[in-house]
């Protein structure tokens, strides 16, 4: 049975940090690419971040710079560093998974990922 659980959400004043994890099981990790959306109170669900099965990072133009999305294929995981919140970063975050050859473009498209979390609650106060 493949899962995919974040964790790392919570409160944070805006210009913190908070770092998210995704563990994934039940599936071959290193043979995956891994994204994170987003979405907020009232929107649809947005791309944030992506990392292929070779490491290679995609970031939301507006994301770029301030958040860094990394892997540990030992440990199953992926994660996203988030720092200098701001106030729009408030959302619910989502882990997703995809395996299989995909043009770059398309691991920013949720329908691309076929894995997903149930997500984790961030908070940034103004």
């Known amino acids: 049975q493949v899962q995919l659980v974040e964790s790392g959400g919570g409160l944070v004043q805006a210009g913190g940090s908070l770092r998210l994890s995704c563990a994934a099981s039940?599936?071959?990790?290193?043979?995956?690419?891994m994204g994170w959306f987003r979405r907020a109170p009232g929107k649809e669900r947005e791309f944030v971040a992506a990392m292929t099965r070779s490491a290679t990072p995609y970031y939301l133009d507006s994301v770029e710079g301030r958040f860094i999305i990394s892997r540990d294929n030992a440990k199953n995981t992926v994660y996203l560093q988030m720092n200098s919140l701001k106030a729009e970063d408030t959302a619910v975050y989502y882990c997703?998974?995809?395996?299989?050859?995909?043009?770059?473009?398309?691991?920013?498209?949720?329908?691309?990922?076929?894995?997903w979390g149930q997500g984790t609650q961030v908070t940034v106060s103004s």
């Open positions: 039940g599936l071959t990790f290193s043979n995956y690419d």
């Open positions: 997703a998974g995809r395996i299989g050859r995909v043009f770059p473009m398309l691991l920013m498209e949720e329908d691309s990922y076929d894995r």
